[in-house]
DNA sequence: GGTAAGTCCTGAAGGC
DNA sequence: TGCCTTCAGGACTTAC
């Protein structure tokens, strides 16, 4: 399930793949893949063709390739997609989405969906900053990121932690996953109302999710399913490093007690019950 | 049939 | 009362 550090690795990857290529023609194999793209698939390809790509940048949890028509492919994996680069005669996968094929004749680009909860659009003019993903807040590992900015916001907030954490256009590149890990860290439960956090306490949080970004982006990312995979097919091992998320009824690292899984927004929260109280006057569980 | 996921959309709720 | 902002939850999709 592709959260920041999987579309880091990913960007890391395209960069070195794609950029300063010229694109030959782009095949678009399932409308759903360009559903964001108003003007349709037919158009997506037209636009792009004999285009040359001049850099990759994320934004959260988004792509975008700026091109030298000045427009920019903008990209998300959803939580099944996946970008590779493949070879032109390596056979078609069989959720293949859209392929990019170059002027050089080298390894095609492949947007590869499964679930289809991703997709590719092009902005017009959004080389330098799409303004369809203008609303999307900066990650904390952004040099831009202000701790001071996101602390007062969070606080402002009447919800729940985790909840917040969520919340692209408050912080982004945080996914279900990784918001368990820093709760599991900073010793919060999830329910816990963002409007009494102390501004210490949510210091400390956001220093526990730059921390488990930071981690996982050096580990190439999260996968459990094989269905995240970096450009090259290969799939991250951070998995190995959580403490909490997916492991219900096993030991807490830190304390032993059972990890207990609670239902949250259609998904599962996974917690320590004893190092991760729920707050009083909570209603779930 | 339940489950998993991230984002968008809609309707509800709250503040002024 | 009414407008604006914020919040909560459903819809979407598909393999297992």
Redesign the pocket.
């Known amino acids: 399930?592709?959260?920041l550090p999987e579309v880091e690795t990913v960007r890391q990857g395209l960069t070195r793949w794609v950029t300063g290529r010229r694109i030959a023609s782009v095949e678009v194999r399932h409308p759903?893949a360009v559903r964001r793209h108003a003007p349709g698939g037919v158009h997506f390809a037209d636009v792009l063709a004999d285009r040359t790509v001049l850099d990759v940048r994320r934004r959260?949890?988004?792509l975008w390739l700026p091109l030298d028509s000045g427009d920019a492919v903008i990209g998300?994996l959803?939580?099944s997609g996946q970008l590779l680069v493949q070879p032109a005669d390596a056979p078609d996968e069989?959720?293949l989405r859209v392929r990019f094929r170059f002027a050089d004749d080298g390894p095609e680009l492949r947007f590869v969906d499964?679930?289809?909860?991703g997709g590719l659009s092009v902005s017009a003019g959004g080389a330098e900053l799409p303004v369809?993903?203008a609303?999307?807040a900066r990650d904390p590992m952004d040099p831009e990121f202000s701790d001071a900015a996101f602390v007062a916001a969070l606080r402002?907030?009447?919800?729940?932690v985790k909840?917040a954490l969520?919340?692209?256009t408050l912080i982004?590149g945080v996914?279900?996953?990784y918001a368990d890990e820093a709760l599991w860290r900073a010793k919060l439960h999830g329910a816990r109302p963002?409007d009494a956090l102390t501004g210490p306490a949510a210091l400390r949080l956001l220093g526990h999710v730059r921390d488990v970004l930071a981690e996982a982006i050096t580990s190439g990312g999260t996968s459990f399913d094989a269905l995240y995979v970096n450009v090259n097919g290969e799939s991250g091992y951070f998995d190995r490093s959580l403490n909490v998320?997916g492991r219900e009824g096993q030991p807490c690292r830190r304390c032993g007690a059972p990890v207990r899984?609670e239902?949250f927004?259609?998904?599962?929260s996974y917690s320590c019950p004893r190092c991760q109280p729920r707050p009083r006057g909570a209603l779930r569980g």
């Open positions: 399930m592709p959260e759903r959260g949890k988004y998300h959803g939580m069989t959720h499964q679930r289809t909860f369809e993903i609303h999307i402002r907030r009447r919800t729940e909840r969520l919340d692209q982004s996914g279900n996953i963002t998320y899984r239902a927004m259609n998904r599962s």
